[in-house]
């Protein structure tokens, strides 16, 4: 109940493709989903996070579509570009209690020039 | 960008040694995290802190332990290094207390290598 599922494990697409990532979670209780992006050699960092009570958030070329009811999330990257190449984790967290984030498991998305 | 540092960044030690990993946050972030990741892999928490004094074991099984006395301060501290520890090690803050979402920070990693 406590797992985040992330899906693919790895993507390629052309540049200025739509790259695609998606996550399903269980637990009910979670009220923050965001999504962090690591570059080679260098810590995760947050890209864009959502709360369930909203269906979307854009920011910029990175949108986030939330589905409440089917308890999935996904990470849209339109007009890919090469410097999209990273690993991105999908994470989800409950804002009251105790608790620790859970990340999923990572996608290395790889755009082709 | 967050100010979250972490020392050594790179490390080759030899089986059997003690080794403390350092991290420090300038952010006065209350919660702090170790994790343990192979590049581009899944991210495996082994420690967390609430803050100064608390600590808790993550999913990973560790042989490793932490500290927290001072709030900008979590260092790592490996009793024996195993070949089995290599790994890149990375430490992330949150400001959960103030801002009410676990929005972590990461410092840059420390790629430890055990001979």
């Known amino acids: 109940q406590q797992q985040v599922k992330q899906s693919p494990q790895s993507l390629i697409v052309q540049k200025g493709g739509i790259s695609i990532i998606n996550c399903a979670y269980e637990n009910t209780a979670f009220d923050y989903f965001p999504w962090y992006q690591q570059f080679p050699g260098k810590g995760p960092a947050l890209l864009i996070a959502?709360?369930?009570?909203?269906s979307e958030k854009k920011e910029g070329r990175f949108t986030i579509s939330f589905n409440k009811s089917a308890k999935q999330f996904s990470l849209h990257i339109m007009d890919s570009q090469p410097g999209d190449s990273a690993t991105y984790f999908c994470a989800a967290s409950k804002s009251t209690g105790g608790f620790k984030t859970i990340f999923g498991a990572g996608t290395r998305l790889f755009v082709k020039a | 960008e967050a100010d979250i540092y972490q020392t050594p960044r790179y490390l080759v030690i030899g089986t059997g040694k003690k080794i403390t990993l350092e991290c420090s946050q300038t952010m006065g972030h209350d919660k702090m995290y170790w994790y343990q990741q192979d590049p581009g892999m899944e991210l495996h928490l082994i420690h967390y802190?609430?803050?100064?004094?608390?600590?808790e074991k993550g999913d990973l099984s560790s042989e490793s332990t932490v500290s927290r006395i001072r709030t900008e301060h979590f260092p790592l501290t490996l009793e024996s290094a195993r070949p089995s520890h290599t790994s890149q090690y990375l430490c992330?803050?949150?400001?959960?207390?103030?801002?009410?979402?676990?929005?972590?920070?990461f410092g840059p990693g420390t790629r430890l290598t055990v001979l």
């Open positions: 802190s609430y803050g100064v004094n608390s600590t």
């Open positions: 959502i709360r369930p009570d909203v």
């Open positions: 992330a803050s949150s400001d959960y207390m103030r801002v009410g979402t676990d929005t972590q920070y």
